[in-house]
C-alpha cells in the first residue's frame, strides 16, 4: 500500500489540526494504521494507531487525551485529529500501515511508511 500523509501546517498553541493520510490498494480495511512523528534532532516516536476496523485506537502517553487516530475504510483514508497543541508537538508526521489488523504500536508493526508533513506550532 501507498501512502500520502497530508494537513500540516503552521498553528498557534492551543489550536487543533486534522492530518489525513490517503493509501491506495485495495487492502487497506484489513491493515492497523498509526501515526509517527520525528523533531529535529530526536527519533521518530509512535503517536497513535487504529485497527483495521478503526474500533480499537492507541494514543502514546504524550498525546493522550489530545491526539486521536481514526480511519474512513470507504475513502481509504486515515485520520490524526490533534487537539490543544502544543509547541513540544511541533514535528514531522509520518503515517504508516501494518501488514496485520491491529492498531500499530511502535514501528515495529509498520510495513509501509508515507512522506511525512509538517506541523509546525507556535507559542
Known amino acids: 500500500v501507498q501512502l500520502q500523509a497530508f494537513g500540516g501546517g503552521l498553528v498557534q498553541a492551543g489550536d487543533s489540526l486534522r492530518l489525513s493520510c490517503a493509501a491506495s490498494?485495495?487492502?487497506?480495511?484489513?491493515?492497523?494504521m498509526g501515526w509517527f512523528r520525528q523533531a529535529p534532532g530526536k527519533e521518530r516516536e509512535f503517536v497513535a494507531g487504529v485497527s483495521g476496523s478503526g474500533g480499537t485506537t492507541l494514543a502514546a502517553d504524550s498525546v493522550k487525551g489530545r491526539f486521536t487516530a481514526s480511519r474512513d475504510n470507504a475513502k481509504n483514508t486515515a485520520y490524526l485529529q490533534m487537539n490543544n497543541l502544543k509547541p513540544e508537538d511541533t514535528a514531522v508526521y509520518y503515517c504508516?500501515?501494518?501488514?496485520?489488523?491491529?492498531?500499530?504500536?511502535?514501528?515495529?508493526?509498520?510495513?509501509?511508511w508515507g512522506k511525512g508533513t509538517l506541523v509546525t506550532v507556535s507559542s
Open positions: 490498494g485495495r487492502t487497506f480495511s484489513s491493515r492497523g
Open positions: 504508516a500501515a501494518s501488514l496485520g489488523y491491529r492498531a500499530i504500536a511502535g514501528t515495529n508493526g509498520v510495513n509501509s
